[in-house]
């Protein structure tokens, strides 16, 4: 019987070893497929890090490879990535699991604004801990893998990892993916912790849509673009949320339409909402900017462009181009993509472990000689009280604003 376990023990350290060396030998192959192809496609990698730098980094990388699983691996890449210093270069997530929690920055904190049927409970509850770990915490530890140059940047990608079981686990904040301790300040309940489950993504984002609790105007339609008008402000609303276009209607008719709708109620004030808008191709927008350019509306206190925390890419572009060409008013939050930026994103998938790269083939000089995140004219600071009354402080400035 000693015999017995004794061979039994030997077999199993033995294929246990052969499993970590293999993982091993696959992510430094990986590692290697990276350092050779990713100086070669990029644009510019070099902008920002030297490549003795570079391959520091990887060797460092290399050095660690017997302690780390596959999202402790895709985390070190985070890392190597942020240190690039370009926001389009990044790991691209294709995690399958989250909590079933969606969280935003608001003044007072972080909040839950979108939950499951099952935890509605937790809408609108502040975060406090997770596993443990307070949100401060948890917050340095985020930015040792996301770029926190462009706050903006930082809050948007945190807040979408504050719920991702994955990722947590491969930055050491959870133990498991599989479950996590998350403590919150409720409105009800007060203190609260709730140990939490993984579902599938896309089961979640479904229950979104059929749980939306939020009826604010701009969440009120998951089209790319629509427009709304309020005869009591006189206000045409047009929400542009993806620069892509919708398959239920051609841009081209829909701007027909809007600006049918502008000739026949003659509103006193135009908003287009880029808030939500992360990018896509920026000359979908290029027939409202045609029309617009000659309109009655196009005069500052009259032509108003919401920007924020998620407009990014060419969403930024076109707000750079409105705020330049334009007689607008940008209000709302700075955006997460900077005015002069790398971009036209490719995609390269290291071999072995399939982890997506996103990287940047060209550069693109905006605005020239400046530097970081385009400004609102008018900051709001968006409070969670307000949101839970589904009040948006961008459209109550604008509507109580008086041309001087």
């Known amino acids: 019987m000693t015999k ?34 990713l100086p070669a496609r990029h644009f510019n990698l070099f902008a920002k890090m030297t490549p003795k730098e570079f391959g520091s980094r990887l060797e460092k990388i290399k050095s660690r490879l017997d302690h780390l699983d596959q999202s402790g691996f895709t985390n070190e890449l985070y890392k190597l ?16 699991q989250t909590f079933p929690l969606t969280f935003d920055t608001f003044s007072e904190g972080t909040f839950v604004v979108r939950t ?35 706050e ?29 301790l998350y403590s919150f300040k409720t409105l009800s309940e007060g203190l609260l912790d709730v140990e939490l489950y993984p579902k599938p993504r896309l089961e979640f984002i479904k229950s979104n849509d059929k749980n939306n609790k939020i009826k604010l105007l701009r969440y009120s339609r998951p089209d790319n673009y629509w427009y709304s ?13 993806r620069c892509a276009a919708d398959q239920k209607i051609p841009f081209q008719s829909f701007c027909d339409s809007l600006f049918s709708t502008i000739e026949k109620t003659r509103p006193e004030k135009i908003v287009l909402d880029l808030r939500a808008n992360s990018g896509g191709n920026s000359a979908i927008l290029q027939p409202f900017l045609d029309k617009i350019g000659s309109s009655y509306l196009n005069k500052k206190g009259s ?68 530097n970081g995140a385009l400004q609102p004219d008018v900051k709001i600071r968006y409070s969670i009280s307000s949101f839970r009354k589904n009040i948006d402080e961008a459209m109550e400035f604008t509507s109580a604003y008086v041309r001087p």
């Open 81 to 96: 990535l942020k240190a690039i210093g370009d926001e389009h270069t990044k790991v691209e997530p294709a995690y399958e």
């Open 152 to 180: 903006s940047y930082f809050n948007v990608y945190s807040n979408y990892y504050l719920s991702n079981p994955s990722f947590l686990k491969g930055l050491t904040v959870l133990n498991s993916p599989d479950h996590g």
């Open 4 to 37: 017995i376990l004794a061979v039994f023990i030997f077999l199993f350290l033995g294929n246990t070893c052969f499993g970590q060396g293999l993982q091993k030998q696959r992510f430094l192959d990986d590692l290697k497929y990276l350092q050779a192809e």
């Open 303 to 370: 032509f108003f462009v919401f920007i924020g925390k998620s407009t990014f890419s060419s969403a930024l572009m076109n707000a750079i181009e409105l705020k330049r060409r334009f007689n607008t008013i940008l209000v709302g939050e700075l955006t997460s993509g900077n005015i002069n930026h790398f971009g036209e994103t490719r995609r390269l998938t290291l071999p072995n472990t399939g982890i997506n790269i996103s990287y940047s083939t060209k550069f693109w000089e905006n605005w020239k000689e400046k």
């Open 116 to 150: 499951d049927g099952e935890n509605d409970h937790l809408l609108y509850a502040k975060l406090r801990k997770i596993d443990g770990r307070s949100l401060s915490k948890v917050t340095s530890m985020l930015k040792e893998v996301l770029n926190d140059e462009n």
């Open 229 to 241: 008008y309020d005869p009591n402000t006189r206000t045409i609303y047009f929400n542009y949320q």
